[in-house]
Nanobody, 121 residues
């Protein structure tokens, strides 16, 4: 059963912006989990990007590579996680997926299939 579905990826020029969404299934206990965004660039391993505590007002955490450019947020009433990407660089090109947990783990409770972000002129 698919429990998390990402959307919002696409092709964007360097310096551009995107907003990714991760929608949880209706029966998924979204509000009890810290949630993360993880990305996997071509031919590389997964890289944790950002995380947010279960509360929408909870603490947020970012990888140094995206700090100041990306913003993670969540709406527990909509069971949706967001990632605002700005000042995008070619090295941000990757498949981005959401997952339960505060940090990267290869086997989270749940994760989505991912959405492709390509930064290129």
């Amino acid at each position: 059963e698919v429990q998390l579905v990402e959307s919002g990826g696409g092709l964007v020029q360097p310096g551009g912006s995107l907003r990714l969404s991760c929608a949880a299934a209706s029966g998924f206990p979204f509000g009890i989990f810290a949630m993360s965004w993880v990305r996997q660039p071509p031919m590389k391993g997964p890289e944790w990007v950002a995380a947010i505590q279960p509360s929408a007002l909870g603490s947020t955490y970012y990888a140094d590579s995206v700090k100041g450019r990306f913003t993670i947020s969540r709406d527990n009433t909509k069971k949706t996680l967001y990632l605002e990407l700005s000042s995008l660089k070619p090295e941000d090109t990757a498949v981005y997926y959401c997952a339960t947990g505060r940090t990267y783990t290869p086997n989270p409770y749940a994760r989505g299939q991912g959405t492709q972000v390509t930064v290129s002129s």
